[in-house]
T-cell receptor, first 114, second 110 residues
Framework: KAGVTQTPRYLIKTRGQQVTLSCSPI?????VSWYQQTPGQGLQFLFE???????NKGNFPGRFSGRQFSNSRSEMNVSTLELGDSALYLC?????????????FGSGTRLTVV | TQLLEQSPQFLSIQEGENLTVYCNSS?????LQWYRQEPGEGPVLLVT?????EVKKLKRLTFQFGDARKDSSLHITAAQPGDTGLYLC??????????FGTGTRLTVIP
């Protein structure tokens, strides 16, 4: 079966711009989570969606937002980009929850803010 | 925020050697998972442990969950170059997200 698909793979944006990242989970997986990965901070949890509802949220500013569609596909948006937002953004899907089923991760979107 | 500390942070060994990676926290976790991440890819789930004292084996990899469910270890026997990667532990408190450890970057030299 197809894995978790993230688009685009690479992105270069200018400070102050906004960006939208897309994630298609494994078919049948209803939970989609987003993580930010940087060399200094490791993997930091952004938010998790289940059945189009945000079920859990990490400690990130309101510039970071997301949504999930009825087909479980998810998008995350970052507005007013800052240099510190440069990171690998990972999407992960799970059948119902990561606690019991673990995550399947996508390959990520590498965002560079200049 | 639950903090998961992994040690060592970096490990470089020769092919055929054994190694152990540690994951420690002051928090109690309902379950703990180990992932391996290769350059340019997302982490891949290796194992989930849920019971204190539990030991799971996956070929040359042995995973152990501490009795108090605050720590875990990953032991690799006869390491191979294909084991090279970033090893991440991740703990769950039962909520719908995982807290990831700081990571151990393993390099196995042929």
């Amino acid at each position: 079966k197809a894995g978790v698909t993230q688009t685009p793979r690479y992105l270069i944006k200018t400070r102050g711009q906004q960006v939208t990242l897309s994630c298609s989970p494994i078919s049948g997986h209803r939970s989609v989570s987003w993580y930010q990965q940087t060399p200094g901070q490791g993997l930091q949890f952004l938010f998790e969606y289940f059945s189009e509802t945000q079920r859990n949220k990490g400690n990130f500013p309101g510039r970071f937002s997301g949504r999930q569609f009825s087909n479980s596909r998810s998008e995350m948006n970052v507005s007013t980009l800052e240099l510190g937002d440069s990171a690998l953004y990972l999407c992960a899907s799970s059948l119902l929850n990561a606690f019991s089923y673990g995550y399947t991760f996508g390959s990520g979107t590498r965002l560079t803010v200049v | 925020t639950q903090l998961l500390e992994q040690s060592p942070q970096f490990l470089s060994i020769q092919e055929g050697e054994n190694l152990t990676v540690y994951c420690n926290s002051s928090s109690v976790f309902s379950s703990l998972q180990w992932y391996r991440q290769e350059p340019g890819e997302g982490p891949v789930l290796l194992v989930t442990v849920v019971t204190g004292g539990e030991v799971k084996k996956l070929k040359r990899l042995t995973f152990q969950f501490g009795d108090a469910r605050k720590d875990s270890s990953l032991h690799i026997t006869a390491a191979q170059p294909g084991d090279t990667g970033l090893y991440l532990c991740a703990g769950s408190t039962g909520a719908n997200n995982l807290f990831f450890g700081t990571g151990t970057r393993l390099t196995v030299i042929p």
